[in-house]
């Protein structure tokens, strides 16, 4: 019954910014794993950033450490994705997913420790 909302995607230009909310209904907990996942076409599916929404501890692929930001605001059951400085290879569509009751930890980039996905949002950075 747990539904993830996602909004914030569009169309930007190369170094410009967007802000991702996935919002979580229907249920609510202070102590999950909230992940970002993207996909390109052609592509597998590849985790971005999660975040333990009991002690905010926060991991990041490589290739977006220093540009984006993923943050939490437990009181409205939302966690956000902060984009800075955009590049072309970000397109993709991007999915909000939740590990109920789960910390992050090592595995935060695995798909499978996830429970509940989003429909997705499309990011496009044109150059």
């Known amino acids: 019954q747990v539904q993830l909302v996602e909004s914030g995607g569009g169309s930007v230009q190369a170094g410009g910014s967007l802000r991702l909310s996935c919002a979580a209904s229907?249920?609510?907990?202070?102590?999950?794993?909230m992940g970002w996942f993207r996909q390109a076409p052609g592509k597998e599916r590849e985790g971005v950033a999660s975040?333990?929404?009991?002690?905010?501890?926060?991991y990041y692929a490589d290739s977006v450490k220093g540009r984006f930001t993923i943050s939490r605001d437990n009181a409205k059951n939302t966690v956000y994705l902060q984009m800075n400085s955009l590049k072309p290879e970000d397109t993709a569509m991007y999915y909000c997913?939740?590990?109920?009751?789960?910390?992050?930890?090592?595995?935060?980039?695995?798909?499978?420790?996830?429970?509940?996905w989003g429909q997705g949002t499309q990011v496009t950075v044109s150059s």
């Open positions: 997913a939740a590990a109920l009751f789960s910390i992050c930890g090592g595995s935060w980039y695995r798909e499978p420790k996830y429970n509940y």
């Open positions: 975040i333990y929404t009991g002690s905010g501890s926060t």
């Open positions: 229907e249920y609510t907990s202070s102590r999950n794993c």
